[in-house]
């Protein structure tokens, strides 16, 4: 068993993105990333600041747009606002939202061309028609890391544990837009683990801590958590009982330090991208 090393791909990608802001900085563009907060919660709040860092460290402009105890309307204006703004290449709206309120539903009034997170219906459709687009940062970095260990996805047998519109759905769209053949399992699947042994590739994006244990994986297999569970004492486990399934399985993504890393890089990558289309679409 080895250990898919997030951060050292993350590390990797942020370089490539200080290279392409420096780029763009010199060309009198300097790329910028908007992220609206409809939340005074503070662990949001924290992951917003580690976000801003992470960009500005890297040569990314960051805009915490925050709003005190918004509605639907509120929201939706403030992304037609930075939709809006050419000086804005990439929109975050971040969750949690007001009771009610959906992502998919605000997520529309955000420009599919700063969509550098998913969020805009119409980028899930497009990713499901196979063509380009921004897929949610998350997803796209469990392909990120499956293509950084070189493994052939082309016929592999993918399971995907998690159905959700923000991880699990695109996550099996870009597995299959690889031509893996994926199966995708959720709440009322039967018999999980059966199905989950039969994957070369398991992707687990549950939200329970520990829930995958060994006897879900077949010997050899890539595992990639993408679970982010808080533990009692502070810390963060993820969906996979990484101590029983790391003799197991072939290769594995532990948590902190899989696809975490590499979900906030591609955040940066987005938004470079999303800089450098702007000059195209105007
Ligand atoms: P979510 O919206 O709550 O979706 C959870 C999915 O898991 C649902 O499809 C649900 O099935 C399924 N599920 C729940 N219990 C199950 C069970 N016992 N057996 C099989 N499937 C079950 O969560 P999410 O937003 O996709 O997030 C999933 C995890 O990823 C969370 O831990 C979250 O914190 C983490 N996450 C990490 C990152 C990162 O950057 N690392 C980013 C986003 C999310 P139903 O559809 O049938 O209810």
Same mark, same amino acid.
């Given at each position: 068993?080895?250990?898919?090393?997030?951060?050292? %791909?993350?590390?990797?990608?942020?370089? /490539?993105?200080?290279?392409?802001?420096?780029? &763009?900085?010199? !060309?009198? &563009?300097?790329?910028?990333? *908007? =992220?609206?907060?409809?939340? $005074? #919660?503070?662990?949001?709040?924290?992951?917003?600041?580690?976000?801003?860092?992470?960009? /500005?460290? /890297?040569?990314? #402009?960051?805009?915490?747009?925050?709003l005190e105890a918004p509605g639907r309307d !509120?929201? =939706? *204006?403030?992304?037609?606002? %930075?939709?809006? $703004?050419?000086?804005?290449?990439?929109?975050?709206?971040?969750?949690?939202?007001?009771e009610g309120v959906t992502l998919g539903e605000v997520g529309w009034y955000i420009s599919p061309y700063k969509d550098i997170d998913g969020a805009n219906p119409e980028s899930l459709g497009r990713l499901a028609q196979g063509r380009r687009t921004f897929a949610p940062a998350t997803s796209a970095a469990v392909l990120e890391l499956l293509k950084h260990e070189d493994l052939v996805l082309e016929g592999a047998r993918a399971v995907v544990v998690g159905r959700s519109t923000v991880v699990g759905k695109p996550a099996a769209l870009l597995l299959l837009n690889e031509s893996a053949t994926v199966t995708v399992c959720h709440s009322r699947t039967k018999d999980l683990a059966a199905v989950c042994r039969e994957a070369d590739v398991l992707v687990a994006a549950v939200g329970r801590a520990g829930m995958i244990g060994a006897d879900f994986v077949r010997p050899g297999a890539t595992v990639i958590d993408v679970g +982010?569970?808080? +533990? *009692? $004492?502070?810390? %963060?486990?993820? $969906?996979? #009982?990484?101590?029983?399934? *790391?003799?197991?399985?072939?290769?594995? +993504?532990? =948590?902190?330090?899989?696809?975490?890393? =590499?979900?906030?890089? &591609?955040?940066?990558?987005?938004?470079?991208?999303?800089? /450098? %289309?702007?000059?195209?679409?105007?």
């Open positions: 068993m080895s250990d898919i090393d997030g951060r050292a %791909l993350a590390k990797a990608i942020r370089a /490539e993105v200080s290279e392409a802001a420096a780029k &763009l900085r010199g !060309e009198g &563009l300097a790329p910028t990333l *908007a =992220v609206l907060v409809p939340t $005074d #919660d503070e662990g949001t709040a924290w992951y917003v600041r580690s976000i801003k860092k992470a960009a /500005e460290k /890297e040569g990314v #402009d960051c805009r915490i747009v925050q !509120e929201i =939706v *204006a403030a992304l037609q606002e %930075l939709s809006a $703004d050419p000086a804005v290449h990439g929109i975050i709206c971040q969750t949690p939202l007001p +982010t569970n808080p +533990t *009692a $004492d502070g810390g %963060l486990v993820g $969906d996979v #009982d990484y101590a029983a399934v *790391a003799p197991v399985a072939g290769r594995i +993504t532990p =948590v902190p330090g899989g696809v975490g890393p =590499v979900t906030t890089a &591609l955040l940066l990558r987005h938004t470079v991208q999303a800089a /450098e %289309l702007s000059r195209s679409h105007g």
